[in-house]
């Protein structure tokens, strides 16, 4: 089974994910990745004709229109000769999620069909204190708790709204009464409930019927009841301006992608909308808001880890949408800590997220619970973003409320005997070590830091000097003269002689010149060592990576193939490429990430080494951003190389 979402519908204050039967699995409201109100919890679509079915058994096809966050999906039954087109959005404006729903009957005799909608809600991501009702003055179904309002109504074809043939309310019992035919015309009831209602449609021979059905978002009852009448008016014209929206939305890319394969241009288009799906209004850059994770790690993903949206704004700043991510900097300002670090990860809303990285070591002594290359790489972001953008004001602005707290920090973080920053969690949070990602990001946010100083007529010569002493003095260290090149990182002052991909990152933040023996034996054996031997390929984290492994032979299979580190390496031979041969095999990883994604073109983070389904979460907003960052620089090669 495979454990994500294949359709997500957002506009940056609601988002809506769908599943491979086209039903609805999470419904994110007022933010992107915080208070799931559905929780995962299968918003069921059943279908009486001859017989009843549910939608889960019929032939299903998730889409996506192209260059557009709107899906053009269908469902198919031989059996019952019937089939249905789900065109759905989410407005790009308006908090409301739609569905244009037409029922097509290939028989040459005339059929009564009717389908049935529950609406599976947990206001606020639990089910205690919910309430559903019937409102007369709208025929519309309204599920409510304290300041979250959910409204649901239908429309047939040249009707009006209300248009529903049965409704019911149900403190249990809704699917069974679903599969009966009969819904229970109950108008109200609290606790743990669910809402129910059908449209039953008269269709010709060999003709279709079509009907609209939608879910509207507010805080109170006026707003539901405002944002219903407008889509009761207009709600044609509600699919037509967000198609248009997205489509616009596409044409503000930064760059030619004419020069790409045509398949990679279309994932690269589809990532950029994906990418655009994550980002809330108030800056906040989701890792992924797929809620299966729920069932692995007990917790979601939709968290904001300042990592992730660092590499997230660089490259949708260089794609031409620094309007999208520039806010991500006002979100960094307001949740920093005063010493000047970030912690492990935060809410959509700017609250402290969850962790589990410990305040005191495995002696009880105090240390941070940090990662710091999540603080280092915002300062390199932020003057990435203002080169992409032209905005060197921004620079002044974040000076001293962002940029100096950040490098004061990083610089002061260090072990000045070793010439190397401080231990702290690595990026993949597992480890408590100088990881070698860690101190390349470091590295990249000093020299970020002088540079930003020199900008704004500051004196940012200690950033500049730390930065060298790295360079200079610590690189060393992480060499291992036994395998001739760089490993993971120091433990306890041993070197952990060991390849992960990360390691490329050496090379991308400039910390290794181009001819350094080590740094290339280390690409070879990422290349070599962290592939799966199956037929999927792709690159692994590391060799042993149990999360989320399908198998212990590590031998075979170092890990799942991970979209990420394999665009990783995609990059490597990119920025390496002396000539058009050299270019176009640098392709290849390309595509891999477009063949081991969903049918759809959502990226999950991993894929399964033996069947290439998606693992873990998908979508997973750093695997698009990365394809985007790749596509990129293929690119600009090429055209170097012209």
Avoid at 306 to 332: I, K, N, S
Avoid at 418 to 437: A, C, Q, R, T, V
Avoid at 565 to 587: D, G, P, V, Y
Avoid at 589 to 599: P, R, S, V
Wanted: glycine share 6%; aromatic share 12%.
């Amino acid at each position: 089974m495979v454990m994500v979402r294949h359709l997500a519908l957002g506009n940056g204050s609601l988002l809506v994910n769908l599943d491979d039967s086209l039903r609805v699995r999470d419904f994110y409201y007022p933010y992107a990745g915080q208070e799931d109100h559905v929780l995962g919890e299968k918003s069921r679509i059943g279908i009486q004709a001859d017989g009843f079915s549910w939608i889960e058994d019929w032939e299903t096809e998730p889409r996506y229109k192209d260059q557009t966050i709107v899906t053009e999906s269908e469902a198919s039954n031989s059996t019952e000769d019937l089939e249905i087109l789900f065109n759905s959005c989410v407005d790009c404006d308006k908090n409301v999620f739609l569905r244009e729903i037409e029922v097509k009957n290939t028989r040459d005799a005339e059929r009564t069909v009717e389908i049935f909608f529950q609406q599976k809600f947990n206001v606020y991501g639990n089910s205690m204190e919910d309430t559903a009702l019937f409102r007369p003055e709208e025929n519309g179904i309204v599920h409510y708790e304290k300041n979250r309002y959910f409204m649901i109504d239908v429309k047939k074809e040249g009707g009006e709204c209300g248009d529903f043939d049965q409704y019911g309310i149900y403190s249990d019992g809704v699917k069974e009464a679903i599969e009966s035919g009969e819904l229970n015309s109950n108008p109200i009831a609290q606790g743990e409930v669910d809402s129910a209602l059908s449209v039953k449609l008269q269709i010709p021979a060999e003709g279709s019927r079509k009907f609209y059905y939608w879910i509207n978002t507010g805080r109170n009852f006026d707003e539901v009841r405002e944002l219903n009448r407008e889509v009761d008016k207009r709600v044609q014209d509600f699919f037509e301006q967000t198609e248009m929206c997205w489509r616009g939305y596409i044409e503000e890319l930064d760059f030619d992608a004419g020069g790409l394969d045509k398949h990679i241009e279309e994932q690269l288009k589809r990532s950029i909308l994906v990418v655009r799906s994550q980002i809330n209004h108030n800056g906040a850059i989701t890792a992924a808001n797929d809620s299966t994770n729920l069932d692995y790690n007990r917790d979601k993903y939709g968290y904001v880890w300042p990592r992730d949206g660092a590499l997230v704004a660089e490259t949708m700043a260089q794609a031409g949408f620094d309007g999208l991510v520039e806010p991500f900097f006002d979100f960094l300002e307001a949740v920093i800590e005063e010493e000047g670090y970030f912690l492990h990860k935060y809410n959509p809303d700017k609250s402290l997220g969850s962790s589990w990285h410990p305040w005191v070591d495995e002696n009880g002594d105090p240390r941070l619970p940090i990662q710091e290359d999540e603080t280092a790489l915002v300062i390199w972001s932020l003057k990435k973003f203002a080169e992409y953008s032209d905005n060197q004001q921004i620079l002044e602005e974040k000076w001293s409320s962002l940029v100096k707290p950040a490098a004061d920090f990083i610089h002061d973080y260090f072990d000045q005997e070793l010439g190397l920053p401080k231990p702290s969690h690595d990026l993949w949070e597992e480890k408590h070590y100088i990881s070698s990602f860690t101190v390349a990001s470091v590295y990249a946010g000093l020299e970020a830091a002088a540079d930003i100083a020199d900008q704004v007529d500051e004196n940012g010569e200690k950033y500049r000097t730390r930065a060298e002493t790295i360079k200079h003095e610590g690189l060393e260290k992480l060499r291992s003269e036994k395998s001739m090149r760089y490993g993971r990182g120091l433990e306890d002052g041993e070197l952990i002689d060991e390849v992960s991909a990360p390691l490329i990152f050496l090379e991308k933040f400039g910390l290794v010149e181009e001819d350094d023996q080590y740094f290339e034996n280390t690409v070879n054996a990422i290349e070599h060592d962290l592939s799966p031997d199956t037929e999927i390929g792709g690159i692994a984290r590391y060799k042993g990576d149990r999360y989320h492994s399908v198998t212990s032979d590590f031998e075979k299979v170092p890990g799942n193939p991970w979209v990420i580190c394999t665009l990783w390496l995609a990059q490597h031979r990119i920025m390496n490429a002396e000539s058009f041969e050299e270019l176009e095999s640098a392709k290849e990883h390309m595509h891999w990430a477009h063949d081991n994604a969903l049918e759809t073109g959502i990226l999950p983070e991993q894929v399964d080494p033996f069947t290439g389904e998606g693992k873990s979460v998908a979508p997973l907003t750093w695997s698009h951003s990365t394809f985007i960052e790749t596509a990129m620089s293929y690119l600009e090669k090429k055209k170097e190389l012209g």
